[in-house]
């Protein structure tokens, strides 16, 4: 069992910057692969960004050139940042740990953008 605890949601005002975290309570292999999700009331969970453990990354096509993730293993911990936030970036993020056979979910950390 893996415990994934996410921080750094808060308000901020549109134009503004977050810097979500997500430590894991072990080591993550090398298969793995680490995320950010979302979710907003009535809507499906849908994936921010993910990257390997080799570095490749993805992103959703309306936070590219906006939000970064990085990833440090030695740390268990993953990084996104987020710059020139939305009002429509408000939400719910999920940190998620995925890999072969399993996928593990933190508890979520509110995100607002709101003037």
């Known amino acids: 069992q893996v415990q994934l605890v996410?921080?750094?949601?808060g308000l901020v005002q549109p134009g503004g910057s977050l810097r979500l975290s997500c430590a894991a309570s072990r080591s993550m292999d090398t298969t793995s692969v680490m995320g950010w999700y979302r979710q907003v009331p009535g809507?499906?969970?849908?994936?921010v960004a993910d990257?390997?453990?080799?570095?490749f990354s993805k992103y959703?096509?309306?936070?590219?050139g906006r939000f970064t993730i990085s990833r440090d293993d030695a740390k268990?911990?993953?990084?996104?940042q987020m710059n020139s936030?939305?009002?429509e970036d408000t939400a719910v993020y999920y940190c998620a740990l995925a890999g072969l056979g399993y996928l593990y979910w933190?508890?979520?950390?509110?995100?607002t953008v709101s003037s």
């Open 106 to 111: 933190g508890q979520g950390t509110q995100v």
């Open 76 to 80: 268990n911990t993953i990084i996104l």
């Open 85 to 87: 936030l939305k009002p």
């Open 6 to 9: 996410e921080s750094g949601g």
């Open 51 to 55: 990257i390997t453990s080799d570095g």
């Open 43 to 47: 809507k499906e969970r849908e994936l």
């Open 60 to 64: 959703l096509d309306s936070v590219k």
